[in-house]
């Protein structure tokens, strides 16, 4: 099956500064990919659809200035979350996918904010 | 709105006995629903679709339209069975997902 790859795989930052997390699919180009959020032994929750050459789509009470996400080639999203705070530790996931109904999900990356 | 419930959050058997991890689905239209699983510290992969009607590792599930429910069901558990479980719900085009909570299954020897 195709490959998604995250990186990093895990981030330690200080309150108030902002990360970045890369999102590519490594052997098929995807037009959308899709971020979610995984809290410790809860589900993977969606937040946002990225759209290759436009602006994302957030699910509702997502906060669109503090998760920016770009997707600027067929390969590549990445969600930057914006003056990070302790709340916003969790385990982020992206998934892409080059065919319908047929998603494939990155390893994820732990973000520790502290 | 679409929405997916996982009541067990934690199913324990013992190797050998039949598993059945449930899933009950919110849905207007005609819905697609699909296992994943996570195995220890793997990422989330597809354990079967309800649109192949296949059979993976065992399991099967079958889309109870009257009672809203697609349940993963296994005659016989392993121990390698043991995971992390999620039923999914997928829209836009199949490739986003809703998912359930979850429930992690664990298989004793």
């Known amino acids: 099956g195709a490959v998604v790859s995250q990186h990093p795989s895990r981030v330690i930052c200080k309150s108030g500064t902002s990360v970045k997390i890369e999102c590519r699919s490594l052997?098929?180009?995807?037009?959308?990919m899709f971020w979610y959020r995984q809290f410790p032994k809860q589900s993977l929750m969606l937040m946002a659809t990225?759209?290759?050459?436009?602006?994302?789509?957030?699910e509702q009470g997502v906060e669109k200035d503090k998760f920016l996400i770009n997707h600027a080639s067929l390969t590549l999203s990445t969600l930057t979350v914006t003056s990070a705070h302790p709340e916003d530790s969790s385990f982020y996931i992206c998934?892409?996918?080059?065919?319908?109904?047929?998603?494939?999900f990155g390893q994820g990356t732990r973000l520790t904010v502290v | 709105a679409q929405r997916v419930t996982q009541p067990e959050k934690l199913l324990s058997v013992f190797k050998g006995a039949p598993v059945e991890l449930k899933c009950n689905y919110s849905?207007?239209?005609?819905?697609?629903l699909f296992w994943y699983v996570q195995y220890s510290r793997q990422r989330l992969q597809l354990l079967l679709r309800?649109?192949s009607r296949e059979s993976i590792k065992g399991f099967t599930a079958d889309l109870n339209k009257g009672e809203t429910s697609f349940h993963l069901k296994k005659p016989f558990a392993q121990e390698e069975d043991s995971a992390m479980y999620y039923c999914?719900?997928?829209?836009?085009?199949?490739?986003?997902?809703?998912f359930g909570s979850g429930t992690k299954l664990n298989v004793k020897p």
């Open positions: 999914a719900l997928p829209v836009y085009n199949f490739n986003k997902f809703y």
């Open positions: 998934s892409a996918s080059s065919l319908p109904a047929e998603a494939f």
């Open positions: 309800h649109i």
């Open positions: 849905y207007s239209g005609s819905p697609e």
């Open positions: 990225s759209n290759e050459g436009s602006k994302a789509t957030y």
């Open positions: 052997d098929f180009q995807a037009t959308t």
